[in-house]
């Protein structure tokens, strides 16, 4: 058992899609957090797993590059935060963001993006061209639990054809785009890493990948007890652990 769960504690409860969106309606309604600081606190954390899933020393390539591959929804607009953290923390993240939501919010995030002269690319490198330009890891941040939305249609589709085939490794954010929240993968990608945002959602049962983590800390105490989430210990003051 790994530190995080350890001995006589209860594992994480792994959420129904309608659990997670109860927890971020009252987290929204009830806590009143905004939209934009659950965003933040959300791509924050990610960042923060990509850099202990792939600490600088520890990198095979000279530059600490990652690709960070964003859909038109709230999964698209927690990589575009994540992005800007990895710039903050000396990473050289790249992002492709091809179909640009037209929500205030998110192009706030784009513009902050592009302030910090974080690079958007105009098409997705091919798998062969992924390895070749020298790329650490790709950030999967297309779908997430809005998968029944958009999965058939481009430029997702296209997308997540191109990162089945990838052997660099993925980051999927919450749930691995392609996935279905409660069934897990169907034939869909294989992430590497994934970061479950505010507690694990069903189809976390089905990772396989080599780390798990999980980004809840910032719950308040009242909403992990009554949804009986059993968080995971977090050491100091960490905001994500290791499952």
């Known amino acids: 058992m790994s530190s995080a769960t350890g001995a006589g504690r209860e594992p994480p409860r792994y959420l129904s899609k309608a659990e997670a969106e109860a927890i971020e309606k009252e987290l929204l309604e009830d806590y009143r957090f905004g939209r ?9 954390a990610c960042a923060m797993a990509v850099t202990k899933a792939f600490p600088l020393p520890s990198l095979p390539r000279k530059q600490p590059t990652v690709l960070v591959v964003c859909g038109p929804a709230q999964n698209g607009a927690i990589g575009l935060v994540c992005a800007r953290h990895l710039r903050i923390f000396d990473y050289e993240p790249t992002i492709f963001y091809p179909k640009r939501s037209p929500d205030p919010l998110y192009r706030d995030f784009t513009t902050q993006c592009e302030k910090m002269d974080i690079p958007f690319l105009s098409y997705l490198p091919t798998e062969v061209q992924l390895i070749n330009d020298a790329y650490n890891a790709v950030v999967d941040a297309v779908l997430g639990a809005e998968a029944e939305a958009g999965e058939g249609r481009e430029p997702c589709a296209a997308i997540l054809a191109t990162l089945k085939h990838v052997r660099i490794p993925i980051v999927s ?14 034939g869909g990608i294989s992430p590497d890493v994934l970061v479950s945002l505010s507690a694990p959602k069903q189809c976390a049962r089905r990772f396989l990948g ?3 983590f999980v980004a809840g800390r910032f719950l308040p105490y009242d909403v992990q007890k009554k949804f009986e989430l059993n968080p995971p210990k977090y050491p100091g003051t960490e905001c994500v652990v290791a499952l």
Request: charged share 20%; proline share 4%; no cysteine.
């Open 210 to 212: 080599r780390q798990h």
């Open 36 to 44: 934009q600081q659950l965003i933040e606190i959300w791509g924050h």
């Open 173 to 186: 954010l919450d749930v691995p785009s392609g996935w279905d929240v409660e069934a897990g993968s169907s």
